[in-house]
């Protein structure tokens, strides 16, 4: 039986070294993280089988965005376009705040609309101008 039982030591003592490097590894990638401005590292979140079973509380909710007021998104974009005419997607999204998936669209609308007009940049990509600042260019060209 003593044995046995020094069998067992040796191959979970074993088991421990051969795992040491992956459990120092899991550590630095952690702290690069965290200096990365990672508050709580993805990894960390899922908690181990053992300590799942033992918590007593939910996790809280993901947080669901705001939506905008009706009509923010496009008044935010057209005086972002009255102050930088010929401003690309990009730019015209980090100006006025308005997601770029949104943006699209809303762009796609307001040059249906004739409020906006395309322009071919002279670096080849589409800028955005207010319809009466200056004459449309197909943005095809």
Known sequence: MPDL???????????LAELRPLVDEHGRLNAALQALGEATPRAARAAPAETTSARTHKPPPAKRRKRAPR???RQAVLQA???????????????????????????????????????VLPTGRTGYALAD???AQPADA
């Open 81 to 119: 376009v009255s102050e930088r005419p010929g401003g690309t997607r990009a730019e015209l999204a980090a100006v006025s705040g308005v997601d770029p998936n949104t943006l699209s669209a809303l762009l796609a609308r307001l040059v249906k609309a004739d409020e906006l007009q395309t322009r």
């Open 71 to 73: 009509g923010a998104n």
């Open 5 to 15: 039982l020094n069998d067992i030591r040796e191959q979970l003592n074993a088991r």
């Open 133 to 135: 600042s200056a004459p």
